[in-house]
């Protein structure tokens, strides 16, 4: 594989985060013109605004997840005597594969209930909204899963941002 491809999948989830939210912000700059400008809304733009932004929301939180910046990783670990660091930065990893799990599990539930369930606009499956929610968390428990084994095999933890 070479350097330009590793980058891109090494950074999958910003780029996806990226795209979703220059959607979001694109669609509502230019139903603003259509509305105020041209007085002719574009109907359909508000709903896919929303669905971009969910998904930039979900993939992002992965991206934060997986540079460590989300407070939770950070708070117990600093307040925690140097002896006990590790510890306790394991078992932080330990809930956090817990409970994204329980949470992926959770999606895979809402995104089956959510697929006979169209948009109001779209009329496309739900599903396709709710998604984002499993993509992200599903990406959050191999992070958390890498983090651990890392901490286990005694790698430098990458501190966060």
């Known amino acids: 594989m070479n350097i330009k491809t590793r980058t891109i999948l090494a950074h999958a989830e910003e780029i996806v985060s990226a795209f979703f939210i220059s959607i979001t912000v694109s669609m509502v700059i230019v139903n603003v013109f259509f509305r105020y400008v041209l007085n002719r809304g574009i109907f359909w733009s508000e709903e896919v605004a929303t669905i971009a932004f969910v998904w930039s929301v979900f993939v992002g939180a992965a991206a934060c997840h997986k540079h460590k910046m989300h407070i939770s990783i950070d708070l117990f670990t600093r307040l925690a005597p140097k002896p006990l660091k590790k510890p306790v930065r394991m078992l932080g990893h330990l809930i956090m594969i817990v409970l994204n799990t329980y949470i992926v ?5 809402f995104v089956r209930a959510s697929s006979i369930k169209p948009t109001a606009v779209l009329g496309i499956s739900s599903s396709y909204v709710s998604s984002a ?14 983090f651990f084994f890392e901490e286990l095999r005694g790698l430098p933890a990458e501190e966060g941002a």
């Open 133 to 146: 929610v499993l993509v992200g968390f599903a990406l959050m428990t191999i992070h958390s899963v890498g």
């Open 105 to 109: 599990y959770l999606s895979v539930v």
